[in-house]
C-alpha cells in the first residue's frame, strides 16, 4: 500500500452504521454454562458482556440494518451505491455471497458485490480494498460492512474460546472527500499461522458429515496464547507503518481504534507502539470480539457518541485468523 492521494482527491468516510443483537450474555450468564467466573474473564480479556444473535438470525440480518443506518447518515439511498463489500467469517451460507444476499434486501441493484475473508481484519481490509477501486475512480460510492455471528460457529462447552465473542455489524459508506479522508493504509498476511486460528469443517477439506460433527469439525478453534503475541506484534508494527507512511509522528494521531478482542492485547500494543492509552478507543467491555465488525463498530462509537472530532487524525487497526493484520490512518 502506499501513501493516499492529494487531499482533492481523497476518499474518506461519509456515513456511518452500527447494528447489535438486543440480547445479552453476561459473564455471570456464562458462569451458569462453563468453568469460569467473572473475575477470569474480566481480568484476562476486559469483557464483561456480548450481544448474541437470536437462533434464526442471520449475518444478513445485522448487516443490513447497520446499513440501512451508515445510509441514512450519509443522506443516501441504496440506488447511490455501485459497490458493496462485505467483510465476514460467519456467512449466512458459503455462496453466494452475503454482500449478494444484502445487495437484493436492500435494493443495491447498480452495485457489484462481494465478500472479504480475512477474519478480524476484515472491516480494516474491506475499507482499504474500496479505497483502492474509488481512488482509481471506477466506482463511486461504496459500501462496506462488517458482520459476523460468530456465535454459531463457537464451541459453547469450550471456556478457552466461549467468552471472547459476540455478534454485531458495523458499516460505513465511503466515496472521494473534499477534506480528510484516508492518509494511509498497511495491510499484511502470514499464511504459515493458519491452524493457530481456525474453523477446519464446513469447507472442501472436511465438508459436514456425521463423523465432521462428531469430532466438533464446525467450531473455532484457537491457540489463544500464540494468537496473543502475534496479535500485540503485528498491530503495533501496522500502526507504525501507516503513520511513518503518511509522514507523520505517533503524536501527531488523536485517536487509536485497535481491533477489540482483548483489553490486554489492546494495552500491550499501545505500550509497543508508544501510544499513550488515554488515546486508545476502547469498547470490549460491552461487545467481546465482534471479529470482523470490531473495528467499524468502534469506529462509529467512537465518532458519533463518542470523543472523535472532526478533523482528528484516527488509526484504525486490526488484526485476525489467516494470519491478517491492518491498518487504516484517516482524518475524519
Ligand atoms: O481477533 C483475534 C482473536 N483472538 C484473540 O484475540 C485471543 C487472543 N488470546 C487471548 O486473548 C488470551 O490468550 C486468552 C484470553 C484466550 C487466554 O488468556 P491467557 O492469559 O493467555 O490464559 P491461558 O490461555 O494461559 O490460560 C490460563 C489458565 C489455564 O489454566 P491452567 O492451565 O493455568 O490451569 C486455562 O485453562 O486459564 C484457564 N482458562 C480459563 N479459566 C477460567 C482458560 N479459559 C478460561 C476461562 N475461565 N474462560
Redesign the pocket.
Known amino acids: 500500500m502506499t501513501r493516499a492521494a492529494s487531499s482533492a482527491s481523497r476518499i474518506g468516510i461519509v456515513g456511518l452504521g452500527m447494528h447489535v443483537p438486543s440480547k445479552v450474555l453476561t459473564n455471570f450468564d456464562l458462569e451458569k454454562m462453563v468453568?469460569?467466573?467473572d473475575e477470569?474473564?474480566r481480568t484476562?480479556?476486559g469483557i464483561r458482556e456480548r450481544r448474541i444473535a437470536e437462533p434464526g438470525t442471520t449475518t444478513s440480518d445485522l448487516a443490513c440494518e447497520a446499513a440501512r443506518h451508515a445510509l441514512k447518515n450519509a443522506g443516501l439511498s441504496a440506488n447511490d451505491i455501485d459497490l458493496l463489500i462485505v467483510a465476514t467469517t460467519s456467512p449466512d451460507m458459503l455462496f453466494p455471497s452475503t454482500a449478494c444476499l444484502i445487495q437484493s434486501r436492500l435494493g443495491a441493484k447498480d452495485a457489484v458485490c462481494f465478500d472479504v475473508s480475512a477474519a478480524?481484519s476484515g472491516s480494516v481490509f474491506a475499507m482499504v480494498t474500496a479505497q483502492q477501486y474509488l481512488e482509481a475512480g471506477r466506482y463511486k460510492r461504496a459500501l462496506v460492512i462488517g458482520a459476523e455471528i460468530l456465535s454459531s460457529f463457537i464451541d459453547w462447552t469450550d471456556?478457552?474460546t466461549c467468552?471472547?465473542f459476540g455478534d454485531g455489524a458495523g458499516a460505513c459508506v465511503m466515496t472521494k472527500v473534499s477534506r480528510g479522508g484516508i492518509l494511509a493504509t498497511d495491510m499484511g498476511s502470514d499464511g504459515s499461522a493458519a491452524e493457530l486460528?481456525y474453523m477446519p469443517g464446513g469447507g472442501s477439506k472436511y465438508p459436514p458429515s456425521h463423523a465432521s460433527v462428531d469430532q466438533r469439525l464446525h467450531f473455532l478453534r484457537?491457540n489463544?496464547?500464540e494468537?496473543?503475541k502475534l496479535?500485540v506484534r503485528r498491530m503495533a508494527e501496522s500502526a507504525q507503518t501507516v503513520v511513518t507512511r503518511a509522514r507523520l509522528k505517533p503524536e501527531d494521531v488523536d485517536w487509536f481504534i485497535p481491533?477489540q478482542?482483548?483489553i490486554r492485547?489492546i494495552q500491550a500494543v499501545a505500550k509497543r507502539a508508544d501510544i499513550p492509552m488515554e488515546k486508545v478507543f476502547i469498547n470490549v467491555e460491552r461487545y467481546g470480539?465482534t471479529?470482523a465488525a470490531s473495528n467499524l463498530i468502534a469506529l462509529y462509537e467512537a465518532t458519533q457518541n463518542g470523543p472523535v472530532k472532526r478533523g482528528d487524525r484516527v488509526v484504525l487497526v486490526a488484526?485476525?485468523a489467516g494470519l491478517t493484520w491492518g491498518s487504516v490512518l484517516l482524518q475524519w
Open positions: 468453568e469460569t467466573s477470569w474473564i484476562r480479556t478480524c471456556r478457552s467468552v471472547l486460528l484457537m489463544g496464547t494468537i496473543f496479535a481491533h478482542a482483548n492485547i470480539n471479529s488484526f485476525g
